[in-house]
């Protein structure tokens, strides 16, 4: 058997498909398109959905795919064992109404036996118990034994998920040899032990499900299978799992050369190996498909990965940034087949590199928030740690369980896991209940579906904005109809329309449709399933039949506003990569009438210079009156004329390629200008941060940028009436009158210090513990800020030696200490000072060893809480002779 490395692997499938008709797809991405049932693609079926449902037309009916995937339900096991991951890539054929079952086995055992090279005699085959037909096939087609085809249950061999359509399995096994069994007599195809790997499963979608629980025949049935391409790779490489196989097994090494562990030497080590090894895989894909750490949603999922992986480095004694060092080793093993990856490194890298930096943060802070409830605990003679705590410490901090376990477990203390679990299953159902529950595959309800396949909308909207068209379908109150009369809010499809429906950011066109004595007014217009285009609005005037002809014009005001708009953004976009780096893409937009706004990648808020820079370079490119010329082209011809695609847009196998002169040139189905000149000018609003890596900037042209002026104008005068100086004199004013503010402040201040107690007597009460000096003095009257500064000039007096302020103030009592650099190094902490002498007032605070504050509301107790400043001041230094 032939040691195939996994690039290998993955080419002899595509090709092999390829040479049975089968068109090859690229990776669809991690996140999921019109598909709220699912965070992340999880297999290799997920994005096919709507070729299987019928909402939408395949490229052709014979597809093969090797999709990137993403599983976590069994995160907490990843490491633990040396089968599970987060990432995998799934090989796959499928057949839309095409081929079935007389083609998909013979193939599978064609490809495996004579393709891959794998041995007769270790491969076995299951069935659904019922499944003649396949076990027809197996036996008297392929030529396999009866012994070798096993005959299994509903539960394993039949995929149903609820109503709609499913159908029998037949899975694939490789028997690894009696060494890796577990030595039982009736050890076989499905034991769970090692010996019998299950490498790839064929799904035969033949059956629709009824919701009484009864099945009927599909007319078309379809073909999805898949194929575990690691999983395969463990087999022909003979390793004992994916940790080992050479593209993750490199990475693994790697991590150890960082760590400066070696792999199968500590059971600890190498768990903590895997899950680094695993995670960075996730988030190099994740990140290079836009996916962005947050608190919400996937971008949660890839905080936590990352996190969980940070965390495993610091087991591993790793304490400098790692994480992103490992990635770059992910994007370097596996660029060949995804070459987005070497595409977006530097965004990659930069996002991996930020999280890291931020959880190193969350830790310190995670340590502080644990170091107080242990300190509750003990005060409380408690020893396990409320699961309700514990969750928070995890949920808010990001501060893993095992961390909170082990520090506990030092301080001989424990969790509540059982309450800790049903707070994560109670924010578990809190996540499942607000994902909005779909049937079959994802794919809503839809009024639209009903409709026969040829009802279709032709666009013809690049080159005109008036056409005449035929009522091919109504629908009022989400009912199809015959008729609209006056006063009916509609949908109304057309078999062509010059209306251009909203997609690719860019906002629905508005106008009129007339005919047979009606007026329809558009006041949007949206894509629905099957190419259909779908005009809103209201009747105005008569009534409207299906058959009927009318006459449709689009709004030429709001269509060229929302075109000049639409080329800028082509523009800016050129001009922001040109001025902050290659990096930039972008990551989302929306094109309106009235103005642009345009997210892209970027890891810090633009300095005035790159602005101006940016809106500059738009501007020029505006005024040299660049011709826009618009091609169709295949996608692949596209791509080799280096054409940007745009963020999470959907091409088809013909795109069209907006260039502008030499200077721009990208994917878009959007509307756009003849030539730049047409837009007038460009003026940036706002560029603003809306989450981690992404920036964005907010925009006008033409009559926008004049209206923009406008206001501004308008706002200077007034400003300059209330100021009582004319406008080009405001600036100065408002500077003046600043610093003339600032001057007051200073001077009440200061009137506040004289009337606070005098630092001399507050220096005279110094008493002193071995060689430092001690200040325990009670100030009443006195604002935190004026008694921190009181404490700062206290600091400088003393040199070496520790100071406490304390006083009531407004009915609240204020708290501060500071030490002296020489009082730090002989134990004393400012911070832990403070909150101690709180706490015993019903209060809280804290802060650095030589810098501390808190509040409470007790003042009657203020007095007995001062004079024990004196034994906590002792026994922090005690300790420290001691340890």
């Known amino acids: 058997m032939e040691r195939l490395k996994v690039d290998d692997i993955r080419d002899r499938f595509l090709h092999f498909f390829e040479s049975k008709g089968h068109l090859i797809l690229p990776s669809f991405p991690l996140i999921p398109k019109n598909d709220k049932s699912l965070l992340l693609i999880n297999s290799g079926m997920a994005p096919l959905k709507p070729y299987f449902t019928g909402q939408e ?12 995937c993403i599983r976590t339900p069994d995160i907490e096991r990843v490491g633990k064992t040396a089968r599970h991951g987060t990432f995998f890539e799934m090989l796959g054929n499928f057949s839309f109404g095409d081929y079935f079952k007389k083609e998909a086995i013979p193939w599978a055992w064609e490809f495996v036996t004579q393709v891959l090279g794998l041995p007769v005699d270790r491969l076995w085959v299951s069935i659904y118990e019922e499944d003649d037909e396949a076990f027809d096939i197996w036996h008297n087609d392929v030529g396999l034994s009866e012994e070798r085809i096993v005959r299994m249950g509903k539960e394993d061999n039949f995929w149903e998920i609820g109503v709609g359509p499913c159908g029998p399995c037949s899975e694939l096994y490789f028997d690894r040899g009696e060494d890796k069994g577990c030595g039982k007599p009736d050890c076989g195809v499905g034991c769970e032990c090692d010996r019998f790997v299950e490498f790839w499963n064929l799904v035969f979608t033949q059956f629709y499900r009824n919701e009484d629980g009864t099945y009927n025949k599909l007319e078309h049935p379809n073909i999805d299978t898949g194929m575990g391409l690691e999983r395969m790779a463990v087999i022909m490489q003979g390793v004992d799992s994916i940790f080992e196989i050479d593209t993750i097994g490199a990475i693994l090494d790697y991590v150890a050369e960082i760590a400066g562990v070696s792999y199968g030497g500590d059971d600890k080590n190498d768990m903590s190996l895997r899950v680094i090894t695993d995670h960075a895989r996730s988030a190099a894909f994740m990140a290079g498909d836009g996916i962005l750490p947050s608190n919400e949603g996937r971008g949660y999922v890839m905080r936590r990965l990352i996190r969980r992986a940070i965390r495993h480095g610091r087991l591993l004694g790793i304490r400098d940034p790692f994480l992103y060092r490992v990635t770059d080793q992910v994007i370097e093993h596996f660029k060949g087949a995804y070459p987005e990856l070497a595409q977006r490194r530097d965004f990659i890298l930069r996002v991996i590199n930020m999280e890291e930096e931020r959880f190193d943060q969350t830790l310190d802070q995670g340590m502080i928030r644990l170091e107080e409830v242990i300190e509750r605990m003990k005060a409380q003679g408690i020893n396990t740690l409320d699961g309700e705590d514990a969750f928070k410490l995890y949920d808010t901090y990001g501060f893993p369980l095992d961390l909170t376990q082990e520090i506990l477990s030092e301080r001989g203390m424990k969790i509540d896991t059982d309450g800790f679990e049903k707070q994560m299953q109670a924010q578990k159902e809190r996540a499942r209940a607000a994902r909005k529950q779909t049937n079959y595959m994802g794919s809503d309800e839809d009024i639209y579906a009903e409709l026969p396949d040829d009802v279709i909308s032709v666009f013809t909207g690049y080159d005109k904005l008036e056409d005449d068209g035929v009522v091919a379908a109504i629908v009022v109150d989400g009912e199809l109809r015959n008729v609209a009369v006056e006063g009916d809010e509609v949908e109304i499809i057309l078999d062509r329309t010059p209306f251009y429906a909203h997609s690719g950011g860019q906002v629905g066109d508005t106008g009129w449709l007339y005919g047979n004595g009606a007026r329809v007014e558009v006041y949007d217009c949206k894509k629905a399933t099957g ?17 009927d002809r009318v006459h449709a014009t689009v709004a030429e005001e709001r269509r060229m506003a929302t075109a000049r708009n639409h080329t800028a953004t082509h523009l800016l976009h050129k001009a922001l990569r040109d001025t902050l780096g290659m990096h930039v893409e972008q990551a989302g937009s929306l094109v309106t009438p009235d103005r642009l706004r345009f997210d892209f990648s970027h890891f810090a808020p633009m300095t005035q210079q790159e602005l101006d820079r940016v809106e500059y370079e738009v501007n020029k490119h505006i005024l040299d009156d660049l011709e826009v010329t618009i091609e169709e082209m295949a996608i692949e011809e596209a791509r080799k004329t280096g054409a940007m695609a745009l963020f999470d847009e959907k091409y088809g196998d013909k795109v069209r390629v907006v260039s502008i002169d030499a200077y721009s040139k990208e994917l878009c189905g959007g509307t756009h200008l003849k030539r730049t000149g047409q837009a007038g000018l460009f003026k940036i609003i706002s560029e603003s941060g809306v989450a981690a890596g992404v920036r964005r900037i907010e925009a006008v042209t033409g009559f926008g940028v004049l209206e923009y002026f406008k206001q501004q104008q308008r706002l200077l005068d007034a400003v300059a009436v209330i100021l009582k100086t004319a406008p080009k004199d405001v600036p100065s004013r408002v500077e003046a009158l600043l610093k003339e503010i600032k001057d007051l402040k200073q001077q009440v201040q200061d009137a506040k210090n004289k009337k606070a107690v005098s630092i001399d007597d507050i220096m005279s009460s110094a008493d002193v513990i071995g060689d430092t000096r001690i200040i325990v003095y009670r100030v009443d009257n006195v604002d935190m800020q004026s008694m921190r500064n009181m404490l700062d000039n206290i600091k400088d007096r003393l040199k070496d030696g520790v100071a406490v302020l304390a006083g009531v103030c407004d009915g609240k009592v204020n708290i501060v200490a500071g030490a002296t650099k020489s009082a730090v190094q002989q134990g004393v902490h400012a911070g832990n000072l403070a909150k101690r002498i709180a706490a015993s007032l019903g209060g809280s605070g804290g802060g650095r060893p030589d810098m501390g504050q808190a509040g409470a509301k007790n003042a009657e107790a203020l ?21």
């Open 531 to 547: 190419g259909r285009i779908i005009h809103l609005g209201c009747m105005v005037e008569g009534s409207l039949a299906v058959s």
């Open 57 to 68: 037309t395949p490229p052709s009916k014979r597809v093969t795919t090797c999709q990137k």
């Open 863 to 883: 007095d007995k809480a001062l004079a024990s400043a004196r034994d906590i001041i002792s026994e922090q230094m005690k300790a420290k002779v001691e340890s």
